[in-house]
C-alpha cells in the first residue's frame, strides 16, 4: 500500500514531506499449531473441522500463491492515502560461497527409490525410468555440492543450445549461494506431465515426463533449518539415457516455480550483518546501497522484536521480472500492483505435503522497486523484515489490522511525525472498525488506522502487551476472546479506544 505518512524520520530529525509509496503484499498462513485439543492440528483445508471455538481463517477469492493458506492483495496501483504496507527488498537469499552439502533424498525410508508415479511409458518400465531420474537429479546435487560443472551439465539435452546456456547460468549461481545444505526430493504426486510443452512431446514422443522435486537447502548463517523450493524439470529419453530437456512452466505449478535466485541471470551475493541479499550482477553498485539499508531496516526491527525468531533475512532483488512473476500464477494481472512480498516457505512444499512445517520467511522485490528513493525502501524493509520476523507466530487467524498494523507500528517506531500530514491523511477517514481478512484491503486507509491502532494499543497498554495480543491469535480466531483476555476490555472498548485516538490526531 502507500502511505500518507513520509518515510519515518527518527529522533533528531526533521519529519519530513509526503510520499507515496507502492504497494505490498503480506502473505499470511492458514496453518496454526494450538495447543492439544484432542488431536487436532494442521491445515485449515477443505474437509478440516476445527475444535469447538476455534475458527477456520477466511481465504480470499483473490491470491497469488497456490500455497494452503491466504494470500492478502492490496487493491489496483492507485495513488493511495493508506499507512505504508512496506515493500521489501530483496531476494533474501544466500551469501557468498560455501559448501557443505546433504544427500539427495529421492529414496524411501527403506533406501529404494520412490516411484515417480504416472502411467509407465511404452520402451521403459516405470520402475526404471523412475530410478534412472532419481539418479540424474542425485548426480545433479553432488555436482553443485563439489562444484563440478562438467558433471551438472551432463545429464542436460545440449542439442537444446538455449536450455544449455540456462543450465550453465543455473549452474554458475548455484556454486554462489553459501549451502549448508543442498539436495532434492521428489514430491508432486503424479508429476505435471500434462505441463510438459507440445513441442518437447513432439520432439521426445511419449519418453517425457515432469516430475514435481523439492530442492532442499538451508543457507548458512540464515536459516536453522531445510528450506523446500518447488522445482518441476522436464526430463526425456535421449539416446537411451535420461536427461533434463526443459522446465515446466504454468499457473497449475506451485507457487514459487521459477522464482528462486538461481532461477535469475547471473547474480551476485551481498553480506550484511543480519541480511544476506541476491542482486543482478550489473547492479554491483545499487547492492551494496541496499544491503546497508537493508541491515538498518533490521535494527529498527530488533527494537521490538530482538528474539523469538531467527533474527535474519534472505531477501532477493534481482532485475530478472520472471523472478518475482512467479508469485503471481494464479493472478498475474496484479504483478504491476505489488512492490515486494514476503513469502513464507517450510520444509517441504505446502501443495505436496500436507503436514510442511514452517523453516523461514523469504522476501522478494519487484524490480521496479530496486531504484526507488532510499528513505522509502528503508521504511519499506522495516515494514516487510516485520513480517519475517512475526511470521513464526502469524497464522490464518492473527487480524489483518494487526498483522499490517504491526508491521508500520515497528516502522514508524521513534519516527518524529509531521502532525498536519497526519491530519490531511486522516480527513474523511472512517474508523468504524478494524478489519480483517480480505475486507482489510478494500480501503487503503486501513493502514494509517490500523497503525494507529497498535499504536495506541501499546501507548495505553505497554509494547509487551502488544505483542501477547498479536501472539494469542495462534490459539484462536475469536478477536473478543483475546482482547479481553490480554487487555482486559471488550472488543467494544478497544474499538471505542481508538476511534477517540484517531479523532485527537486530526485535531
Not at 493458506?69 to 492515502?81: K, S
Not at 517425457?208 to 518447488?230: M, Q, S, W, Y
Not at 523469538?308 to 503471481?328: L, S
Amino acid at each position: 500500500m502507500t502511505s500518507p505518512l513520509p518515510p519515518p524520520a527518527h529522533a533528531g530529525e526533521p519529519a519530513q514531506p509526503l510520499v507515496v509509496r507502492e504497494p505490498t503484499v503480506a502473505i499470511i498462513p492458514t496453518q496454526y499449531r494450538p495447543p492439544d485439543r484432542g488431536g487436532y492440528s494442521g491445515y485449515a483445508a477443505p474437509g478440516y473441522t476445527p475444535p469447538p471455538n476455534y475458527y477456520q481463517p477466511v481465504i480470499p477469492s483473490q491470491y497469488p500463491s497456490q500455497y494452503p493458506r491466504p494470500v492478502y492483495l492490496p487493491p489496483p496501483r492507485r495513488r493511495r492515502r493508506g499507512l505504508a504496507a512496506a515493500v521489501v527488498v530483496a531476494l533474501l537469499l544466500v551469501l557468498g560461497a560455501g559448501g557443505g552439502a546433504a544427500a539427495f533424498v529421492a529414496a524411501g525410508p527403506d533406501g529404494v527409490a520412490r516411484s515417480l508415479g504416472g502411467p509407465g511409458k511404452a520402451g521403459t518400465a516405470p520402475d526404471a525410468r523412475d530410478t534412472a531420474i532419481i539418479e540424474v537429479l542425485n548426480r545433479r546435487s553432488k555436482a553443485v555440492n563439489s562444484r563440478d560443472k562438467t558433471a551438472f551439465m551432463a545429464d542436460i539435452d545440449k542439442t537444446d543450445a538455449e536450455l544449455t546456456k540456462r543450465q550453465e547460468t543455473v549452474y554458475e549461481n548455484l556454486i554462489k549461494l553459501p549451502f549448508a545444505e543442498f539436495s532434492y526430493k521428489i514430491g508432486g504426486g503424479g508429476g505435471y506431465d500434462d505441463s510438459i510443452p507440445t513441442e518437447l512431446k513432439t520432439k521426445y514422443g511419449d519418453q517425457v515426463r515432469a516430475p514435481g522435486v523439492a530442492i532442499i537447502h538451508r543457507i548458512e548463517g540464515v536459516d536453522n533449518d531445510p528450506v523446500a523450493a518447488p522445482w518441476v524439470p522436464i526430463f526425456a529419453l535421449v539416446s537411451s539415457q535420461w536427461r533434463l530437456v526443459g522446465e515446466a512452466k504454468g499457473k497449475e505449478l506451485p507457487s514459487g516455480v521459477g522464482g528462486q535466485p538461481w532461477d535469475a541471470g547471473p547474480i551476485i551475493v551481498e553480506k550484511g550483518e543480519k541480511v544476506v541479499g541476491i542482486f543482478s550482477a550489473n547492479n554491483r553498485s545499487r547492492a551494496g546501497t541496499l544491503i546497508r539499508i537493508a541491515d538498518e531496516a533490521m535494527d529498527q526491527v530488533a527494537l521490538v522484536r530482538p528474539n523469538q525468531w531467527v533474527g535474519k533475512v534472505f531477501m532477493t532483488a534481482v532485475r530478472d521480472r520472471a523472478v518475482f512473476d512467479a508469485y503471481f500464477g494464479a493472478s498475474p494481472e496484479r504483478v504491476d500492483q505489488v512492490a515486494a512480498i514476503a513469502v513464507p516457505h517450510y520444509d517441504d512444499v505446502p501443495d505436496w505435503n500436507g503436514t510442511a512445517n514452517y523453516s523461514a520467511t523469504r522476501v522478494i522485490f519487484n524490480p521496479d522497486e530496486i531504484d526507488e528513493d532510499n528513505d522509502v525502501l528503508s521504511a519499506d524493509m522495516s515494514h516487510e523484515f516485520t513480517h519475517a520476523a512475526m511470521a513464526p507466530v502469524t497464522t490464518g487467524w492473527t487480524p489483518t489490522w494487526l498483522v499490517e498494523g504491526f508491521a508500520e507500528y515497528v516502522s514508524y517506531k521513534g519516527a518524529q511525525i509531521d502532525t498536519n500530514s497526519l491530519k490531511r491523511a486522516l480527513d474523511g477517514v472512517q474508523t468504524e472498525n478494524l478489519f480483517a481478512g480480505e475486507q482489510f484491503y478494500d480501503e487503503p486507509m486501513n493502514y494509517i488506522t490500523a497503525w494507529l491502532a497498535n499504536r495506541m494499543i501499546s501507548e495505553t497498554y505497554g509494547e509487551t502487551k502488544l505483542i501477547q495480543l498479536y501472539e494469542r491469535f495462534q490459539q484462536t480466531s475469536n478477536e473478543e476472546v483475546v482482547i479481553s483476555q490480554v487487555l482486559g476490555v471488550p472488543r467494544a472498548t478497544l474499538i471505542k479506544n481508538w476511534q477517540d485516538y484517531v479523532a485527537k490526531q486530526k485535531r
